[in-house]
């Protein structure tokens, strides 16, 4: 995905304020959906950064975004670039019914028809159904930002029932999409699913990874519990010196609500070692 800076972003921002209406009246042109969804995320990358001043942008952006492709005729997604952006669109925080409510008036072969059903069964939360219509799709063959997003999903769904094969998907989505919102949300799903394996080694690295990279993430509060609750529930083979060394590149304030709630958690469960540590 494109990476910039905070001023590009905001720029970016500023041309999506010439929505159709406006730009009809101002003689101006109108943007496509593929270049309205390519700033926004330029913003979601942003944000992964930790410039957390981008997430009004990022809301502003996805209100316009949904206005645009609801007003968008069938001939603009004949255009590849149109239709998978209203894919990447869904997946990126935008409206599922949107998603929906588009796709339903278009004519889609198998695989688009697949791909969109599939990631509106996902979003209303049937994972069941999702997983029958995605199944055929792999995501090393779609393009990057879509094959990013897939395996995503998939992995997430994957790993109800098979937790190593969803590793594998969420490490395809991280491969496909560095330093993204989709890597940072592969990576702590990665956490929270090495720790339900026991796997300590998966664990302590996905750990690291994302301390040393998305500590500054708005979603970083969510890493937050899923590390605490695997190093609880890894407490038996947990390596503590490497728990030292992830929590010693975060700052003093983090340090201190990781710690006092690995002490917390496991004083009201009884681990006493491990309280101690944590105090």
């Known amino acids: 995905m494109i990476r910039t800076t905070a001023i590009g972003a905001l720029l970016a921002f500023r041309a999506l304020a010439w929505t159709p209406a406006v730009a009809a009246s101002d003689g101006l042109p109108v943007l496509e959906p593929y270049q309205m969804v390519r700033s926004l995320q330029i913003v979601q990358d942003r944000i992964a950064d930790g410039d957390h001043a981008a997430l009004p942008m990022q809301k502003k952006m996805i209100e316009m975004i949904d206005r645009r492709l609801l007003s968008a ?9 149109n239709f998978e952006a209203l894919v990447i669109y869904g997946m990126s925080g935008g409206n599922p019914k949107t ?4 796709t339903a008036s278009l004519d889609l072969n198998e695989h688009d028809a697949a791909l969109a059903n599939g990631l509106v069964a996902y979003f209303k939360s049937n994972p069941g159904k999702a997983s029958s219509l995605l199944s055929r799709l792999d995501p090393a063959k779609e393009t990057p ?17 098979r937790p190593e094969k969803g590793l594998q998907l969420l490490d395809l989505a991280r491969l496909y999409a560095p330093g993204t919102l989709v890597e940072e ?3 702590r799903r990665s956490i929270s699913i090495a720790a339900s394996l026991k796997d300590r080694e998966r664990f302590l690295q996905a750990s690291e990874q994302y301390a040393r990279r998305f500590l500054h993430s708005p979603y970083a509060s969510h890493f937050a519990d899923g590390f605490i609750n695997g190093v609880v529930a890894l407490r038996e083979v947990m390596d ?12 003093a304030e983090q340090q201190l609500a990781i710690y006092l709630r690995i002490a917390r ?12 540590f944590g105090s």
């Open 145 to 161: 930002q879509i094959g990013a997003f897939l395996a995503l999903v998939k992995g997430t769904i994957t790993a109800l029932q």
């Open 99 to 102: 998603l929906e409510t588009v």
């Open 240 to 251: 503590l010196k490497q728990v030292d060394e992830i929590v010693s590149g975060m700052n």
């Open 265 to 276: 958690q496991s004083a009201i469960a009884g681990y006493t070692d491990l309280a101690e």
């Open 185 to 187: 949300a592969a990576l």
């Open 73 to 81: 005729t069938r001939e603009e997604f004949a255009d590849r670039r």
